[in-house]
C-alpha cells in the first residue's frame, strides 16, 4: 500500500510539475496526448489542475498513512470511493475522447490499484487526527502548487503575446511592401525573365515555396486580408480558432479564407509516425473535401462547419443524417469520400504542410505570413485588425509567399532565448583552443537520432573547414530505472551503456571516456556481454576493471544528475541540442541534417 501511494505521489507531482513549467515530461511535447489533455477542458476543476487534486489526495493520503500506522479511518475510505469514481470517469474521458497520456494514466491505474488496500479490514484509528492532519497537508499542497500555476500561465501568456506582437509586425510590412508593389514588380512574377535588369530582382527566392492558397476559398479572390489555415477536424485548438474564424467571416468582407487539411493520424499523415492523436480526422477531412468537389465551396464550407461543431467525430450510422440534415445526397456522396480523389487530396495537403514545416496544429497564415502566438487571447482577430489598420491593398494570393520548411526550421532555432547550461551537462567536453561555437547534446546511447547528431558534431569538432566547435555530451537515458526523470523505458541497454561511460571514464579519464563514448554511439545493437567484450579488447581495457567501476554507484549517480539537469533545461525529448545557448527545437528535416547548417550560422560574427 505504501509503494503504490509513493508512485502515485510522484507520478502525480510530474504531472504538476509539467503544469507549471518546472519539469517537461520526455513524450509530452506538442502535438502529444499529453499536451492535447492539458489543454483540453477536462484539465481542470474550478480553474485547479486536476494533476494538483491528484497530488493533494496522494499527499495526504501519505500523512494519513503515516499518522494512523496504516490503520484504516472511516475519512480515509469515502476519499478513496470519490478518488475511485473520479478515476473511471477520466479514464473513460480519455478513452472518449482519445486524449491519452501515460503518466495520467499512471496516476488513475495507480488509484484504481490502491482501492481494495484501502477497503480491506483493519483495525480503526478513530481518533481523527491522522485524516484532519491529511487533508489540512493537502489544502497546504494545493495552495503552494495554485501561486506557482497563475505564474505559469503568466509566463505562457507573455510568451504567445511576444509571438503575436512579432507576427502582426511581419505582416504590417508585407502589406506596405504590397501597398508599394507595381504590378510588373510582384514578388512572385510568374516571368522572371520579364524583370528589369536589377541585382535586387535577379537573386533567387531562395527557401520560398509557391503561393499559399486554401480550398474552396470564401471570400473574394482579390482581398485585403488572406487568410489560408491548416486544421484538423479534432484538434482542440483548432475548434476554438474555427469559432473566432466564424466571428470574423461572418461581421467582414475584406477577408479572403481557405483551409488546407492536416490530420493528426497515423492513418493518412506518414509525419506522426506510430501516434493516432485524433482518429477520425482523416475521414473527417475526406469528408469535408467531398463536399467541396461534389458541391463547390458552398458545400464545402456547410460539410466544414458540420465537422467542426461535432469536433469532427462521426460513425458509419451517424454520417447519412447529417449528410441529409445538408442536403447530399447520401450514396454518391459515401462512394466519392470513399475513391482515391479524396484520399489524394488529403495527403496533397499534409505534404504542403510538411513543406512548411508544419508538426501540429493549427497553422494560420495571414497574407502569407505565419501567425505565432495563435494560443493569445482573441490573436486571429486581433492580427486581421492590425493588418487592416494599415490600408493594404485588395491582391490576390501570388505574393503570399512563405518560407520553406528548412527556413523555418532555422528560424525557430533563431529565434529561441539564450539560455545557461548548468555546469553539471558540461562534464565531457572536447574543446580545440580555437573553437567559436559551443554545442551541448543530452542523449541517450541507445536512441538513433542521438548518434547521428553525435556523429556529425563531433566531425566538426576535428574536421575542415572550420568553425570549430567545443562540444559537450551528457547523459539522458530513456529508461526508468537508471533515470528518476521518466517514467518510461524505450531502450533497454541505455542504462548499461551510461554506465560503461561513466566506467571508462572512471578508469581512464576524459581519453578514454571519448572512445567509448565513440564504440557506444557506433554499435547500439552490441550492449552486451560479448560486445562489451570486443570493445575492451579493442580499446585496451581490462573488462574486469571496466565492469568493476561500471558497477559502482558513483557511475549512477553521474547518470542520475545528468538526468536531473536536463529535466531543469525541459527536456521532453532524446536528443536535446543546444547551439550558443539556443535550444535546436528541429533539427532533421527529411534526410538533410540542419545541425551543420546551425553551427555555421552560430559561427557568423
Known sequence: ????????????????????????????????????????????VGGLPVAFIGLGYFVGLLVVW??????????????????????????????????????????????????????LPRPGDRSGRPALLGLVTAAACLAVLFPLHLQAQRAARESAESALADSMSAMVQKSREASTQTPDRSPAASNPSDQPADDSLSAPNEGLMKPLAGRYRR???????????????????CAKIEQELR??????????????????????????????????????????ETAGMLYG??????????????????????????LAQ??????????????????????????SGRDLGLYFTPMIFINGVELKGWNAPNALTRAVQRVAASNPPAIDNAGDVPPNARE????????????????????????????????????????????????????????????????????????????????????????RA????????????????????????????????????????DLGIDPDELRDASDQPFTAEAVAQDAKAAAGLGITSVPLIYINGKKVPRWKLNNENLLAAMVMEAAEP
Open 1 to 44: 500500500m505504501l509503494v503504490l501511494i509513493v508512485v502515485g505521489l510522484a507520478s502525480a507531482l510530474m504531472l504538476s510539475l509539467d503544469h507549471i513549467g518546472a519539469l517537461a515530461l520526455p513524450g509530452c511535447g506538442p502535438g502529444s496526448g499529453c499536451a492535447a489533455a492539458a489543454r483540453s477542458e477536462w484539465a481542470k
Open 66 to 119: 503515516i499518522g494512523s500506522r496504516g490503520k484504516r479511518t472511516g475519512t480515509v475510505s469515502i476519499a478513496a470511493h470519490l478518488a475511485v469514481a473520479a478515476s473511471i470517469f477520466y479514464l473513460g474521458v480519455a478513452a472518449a475522447a482519445n486524449l491519452w497520456c501515460v503518466y495520467c494514466l499512471a496516476v488513475h491505474t495507480i488509484n484504481l490499484l490502491l482501492f481494495p488496500f484501502l477497503r
Open 219 to 237: 471570400g473574394p479572390e482579390k482581398a485585403p486580408i488572406r487568410i489560408v489555415m491548416f486544421t484538423d477536424y479534432q484538434c482542440p485548438d
Open 247 to 288: 466571428t470574423l467571416m461572418e461581421s467582414r468582407t475584406d477577408l479572403s479564407v481557405g483551409i488546407r487539411y492536416f490530420p493528426l493520424s497515423n492513418k493518412c499523415n506518414p509525419q506522426m509516425g506510430s501516434t493516432d492523436l485524433h482518429p477520425n480526422a482523416c475521414w473527417a477531412a475526406r469528408a469535408a
Open 297 to 322: 465551396a458552398d458545400g464545402f464550407w456547410k460539410m466544414h462547419q458540420w465537422l467542426f461543431d461535432r469536433r469532427g467525430s462521426f460513425t458509419d450510422a451517424e454520417l447519412p443524417a447529417g
Open 326 to 351: 445538408l442536403g447530399f445526397e447520401r450514396t454518391m456522396f459515401e462512394r466519392v469520400m470513399q475513391g482515391p480523389q479524396t484520399s489524394a487530396a488529403v495527403k496533397e495537403d499534409i505534404e
Open 408 to 495: 523555418r526550421y532555422l528560424a525557430d532555432w533563431r529565434e529561441m532565448p539564450v539560455t545557461t547550461i548548468p555546469p553539471r551537462l558540461k562534464r565531457h567536453t572536447l574543446s580545440p583552443p580555437d573553437a567559436t561555437v559551443e554545442v551541448v547534446l543530452i542523449g541517450d546511447y541507445q536512441e538513433k537520432n542521438t548518434a547521428e547528431a553525435d556523429g556529425l558534431l563531433r566531425a566538426m569538432f576535428t574536421g575542415e573547414p572550420k568553425p570549430r566547435i567545443r562540444y559537450s555530451f551528457a547523459h539522458f537515458p530513456v529508461h526508468a530505472s537508471c533515470n528518476p526523470q521518466t517514467t518510461l523505458t524505450l531502450n533497454n541497454q541505455a542504462c
Open 498 to 537: 551510461a554506465r560503461t561511460a561513466e566506467g571508462a571514464d572512471a578508469v581512464g579519464g576524459p581519453d578514454l571516456f571519448w572512445k567509448m563514448h565513440d564504440w557506444l554511439m557506433r554499435n547500439q545493437n552490441a550492449v552486451h556481454d560479448d560486445g562489451l567484450a570486443h570493445a575492451c579488447e
